[in-house]
């Protein structure tokens, strides 16, 4: 079993940058790919980013590439997300997910394991 806590997140202006967070508890946590989904009001979950229990591949979804960056520490048992230059588009709640063991998948029903999330508004 996995316990996954967000953290991080806030109110900040279009253009700021922000980082996010997520504290892992479980042996497993290490030997699986960890992602960040969103979900902004109203619409449904979407991929954000995800990383391989290694750290060695990567996934980004098209309208965060080249602005956030997502890693993960396995000695501290944590995977963070990086978000630069954010847009008002990018408000939502932020879910951290693992648990999945094959490649770094965009699907959520692939990942086992979720956070509660934390918000994050972006002014503009």
């Known amino acids: 079993q996995v316990q996954l806590v967000e953290s991080g997140g806030g109110l900040v202006q279009a253009g700021a940058s922000l980082r996010l967070s997520c504290a892992a508890s479980?042996?497993?946590?290490?030997?699986?790919?960890a992602g960040w989904f969103r979900q902004a009001p109203g619409k449904e979950r979407e991929f954000v980013a995800a990383i391989s229990g290694s750290g060695g591949l990567t996934n980004y979804a098209d309208t965060v590439k080249g602005r956030f960056a997502i890693s993960r520490d396995n000695a501290k048992n944590t995977v963070d997300l990086q978000m630069r230059s954010l847009k008002p588009e990018d408000t939502a709640d932020y879910f951290c997910?693992?648990?999945?063991?094959?490649?770094?998948?965009?699907?959520?029903?692939?990942?086992?394991?979720w956070g509660q999330g934390t918000l994050v508004t972006v002014s503009s």
């Open positions: 479980g042996r497993t946590f290490s030997s699986s790919a």
């Open positions: 997910a693992a648990g999945a063991f094959f490649g770094v998948p965009r699907r959520a029903n692939e990942y086992r394991y």
